[in-house]
């Protein structure tokens, strides 16, 4: 794996996305729809998912991909998007919260 | 999203267009209804027209609502281009950080012995005069230009290019003396002082930088100010 792969951005994760599409894998597509306080990554950062779990980019800088990548399995699987939520204020934040102290909205897509 | 749909937001923004995706955000909807890819072009004949061509404006995706209906406008505009003048050493670190920093970045020298592509290998690469390497990749709005040849017969219709095409970035290597023979030659040129005055000369931030590398970090940390100049004032 080169550096290149490790940082690629929202364009390149979108053609990562499509890729992975027609290798015939199942893809979710999460995007931080909204964010409140101090949040690592702005509105519209990606998080590409594939129904194997691996994954590329982020929405968080790295605290909640886990639990990100774990819904969108799900989202593939079902079709049905989901809204996530994770932040301080939120029950979930004991296990996925964001260290910053901020709070994001993800919306997570399957593509079909 | 539906693969389609993709294939073609990708199209574009390979392009160099403008591309905006519209995701109605209630429960129930089939996949067409909910995703949408949008061009500036198609905004008009939609509801949240106003919303998107503010968001097409100012390039902020964000959330917004319409009647009793949320969406969510995510935008894509064309990354920023940086121009460098000088296939040089600083320019061979610059090229690598502005490329990881999402900026598509095109080298112009017409010395060919400094533009091979051994020594730049991920980057568009034009051994030829700025004039000519201009009718091919155009300075605009969206472009950073930056001059490092310290050879004025390269460096100065690069400069004047940029000033004449209004980049959001003009910078210049060189000392305050080589800088001041530049002005001259400017102005000789027709350019009034505040023209002259976008030129950012020493080029970069002052971070003490001594090696190329370092040099680089500071003349891209210049570049990111002023794209974000308007994010950081609001």
């Known amino acids: ?112 | 999203m539906n693969l389609d749909d993709l294939v073609e937001l990708n199209r574009r923004i390979a392009n160099r267009e403008p591309v905006a995706v519209v995701t109605a955000l209630e429960a129930g909807l089939e996949p067409g209804d909910r995703v949408v890819v949008l061009s500036p072009e198609d905004i008009s004949s939609q509801f949240y027209a106003e919303q998107l061509s503010e968001a097409f404006r100012t390039g902020r995706s964000g959330l917004v609502e319409v009647g009793d209906r949320r969406f969510f406008l995510n935008v894509h505009l064309p990354p920023v281009k940086l121009i460098v003048t000088g296939a040089v050493h600083i320019s061979q670190a610059l090229a690598e950080m502005a490329r990881l920093a999402g900026l598509d970045c095109a080298i112009i020298d017409p010395r060919t012995a400094f533009a091979t592509p051994e020594r730049f290998p991920n980057v568009m690469l034009l051994a030829e005069w700025p004039d000519q390497a201009f009718s091919r990749v155009k300075p605009d709005r969206y472009t950073a230009f930056v001059a490092l040849t310290h050879d004025p017969k390269i460096d100065d219709p690069g400069l004047i290019a940029a000033l004449r095409a209004r980049c959001f970035y003009i910078g210049a290597l060189g000392s305050r003396k080589t800088h001041a023979k530049r002005v001259e030659r400017l102005q000789s040129q027709g350019f009034t002082a505040d023209e002259i005055a976008r030129i950012h000369a020493p080029i970069g931030l002052d971070i003490g930088a001594v090696s190329p590398p370092e040099i680089a970090v500071s003349i891209l940390a210049e570049i990111v100010s002023a794209m974000r100049a308007k994010r950081r004032a609001a």
């Not at chain 1, 998080?47 to 990100?68: K, P």
């Open chain 1, 1 to 112: 794996m080169t550096l290149k792969d490790l940082t690629l951005n929202d364009s390149e994760l979108l053609a990562r996305a499509e890729a992975w599409a027609k290798a015939g894998r199942g893809v979710a597509i999460a995007t931080v729809i909204e964010t409140w306080g101090s949040a690592p990554r702005p509105v519209g950062s990606h998080l590409v998912i594939d129904s194997e779990g691996n994954f590329e980019g982020s929405v968080s800088g790295g605290c909640v991909e886990g639990a990100v990548v774990a819904e969108a399995l799900e989202v593939i699987e079902s079709g049905q998007p989901r809204n996530l939520e994770f932040g301080v204020a939120d029950e979930t934040a004991w296990r996925v919260g964001l260290s910053c102290g901020g709070k994001i909205a993800v919306r997570v897509e399957p593509l079909t």
